[in-house]
């Protein structure tokens, strides 16, 4: 008896044992009914316990679920893309003629307005270039003033040449009549022979005079236009030296390097008392008009055509939203306009998504935003 009795009492107090474990360590009793293959407690009460947990939970997930699903139905009416950068035609400023730099009234990153003074070169040789063309100028209009008076004194020449061939030609024809009576008188026996002989000789002198005369008219004509065309040369000559005058005044001009638009000025390399020749760069110049290149993918234009709404995020100002719309799309990827575009004809092909440039214009730029070439963006651009 002693020895079932004994045997019994580990039996007898096992089950004590799993029934006070609950109340000491619930999840080990879990553990050992899992073990034991007791089914675990339903879990609606479980969620009766704890009801205000599950239901916030139940609460968030709802939430989460109708926010997916909008932000879903939102986003896929949009074309994103992180390969997009702002652009511009940036441009160096060079003077155009050579001289020593005399001021530079700008500094790095400065904004300027169109019309406002980059640099200045020093002038006097040129104004001295200036002075040298007025005075060719001054001499060739001398020149035309002395050729037209010689023009003109020899129109009074000709004038005068061509009286003195009308009076010998009047003379002629006296002679000629003198002779035609003499020889008629002296025909018919009431002449003398001398008479005869003295009329033939005014005769033959007065045809070499009226000869004489008509060469003088001859050869005066020629001599003015000799003189006309030594006109039309002082007058080219004229026209020759107005043009290195205008051109002497354009280099004077051109000491003064000013903007051609608004901008800003960016590496400046410029200094007051430097030596720069014709077409030397003294600075690097952004215009104000930029705008974004946004690299997309070929399958993401489907649906893109100028004028669609881009919300814009620049990565140097994250927390700014700015709108553009599509300017344009580029008829071509950017590998086909590169320095060594791909030759696809030669060698095995692997197709790759190519990417095309889509230009996007800003509405407005904010003034606050200093933004430049090559600032990384993201646009978003509505599709659908």
Known sequence: MDAQTRERRPSAEQPQRTKEAPRTNPDRSRDVKEQSGEPAPPLRPRLRQHWLLATVGAIVLIAALVGGLLCWLEVRHYESTDDAFVASRSFSVASKVGGYVTDIPVTDNQHVNA???????????????????????????????????QIDSQQEQIKQAQAQLE????????????FARAQDLA?????????????????QAQQANTERAKTAVTAA?????????????????LGQ?????????????YTSVVAAQSGRVVKLSGAKGTFVTAGQSLM?????????VANYKETQLNDMRPGQPVEIRIDAYPGRKLTGHVDSVQPGSGTAFS???AENATGNYVKVVQRVPVKIVVDNWPPDLPVGPGMSVVPWTRVR
């Open 115 to 149: 019309g406002d003074l980059l640099a200045k070169l020093d002038e006097r040789d040129y104004r001295i270039a200036i002075d040298q063309t007025n005075a060719q100028v001054a001499a060739a209009k001398a020149n035309i003033a002395n050729v037209g008076a």
């Open 167 to 178: 009076q010998a030609q009047a003379q002629l024809q006296f002679s000629q009549e003198e």
């Open 187 to 203: 025909e018919k026996g009431a002449g003398t022979v001398q008479r005869q002989q003295q009329t033939r000789s005014d005769l």
């Open 221 to 237: 004509q020629l001599s003015i236009k000799s003189l006309q065309a030594q006109l039309e040369g002082a007058k080219a000559q």
């Open 241 to 253: 030296s107005q043009a290195q005058l205008d051109q002497a005044k354009l280099n004077l001009q």
């Open 284 to 292: 690097m110049f952004v215009p104000d008009q930029v705008w974004i």
């Open 339 to 341: 320095l060594l575009p």
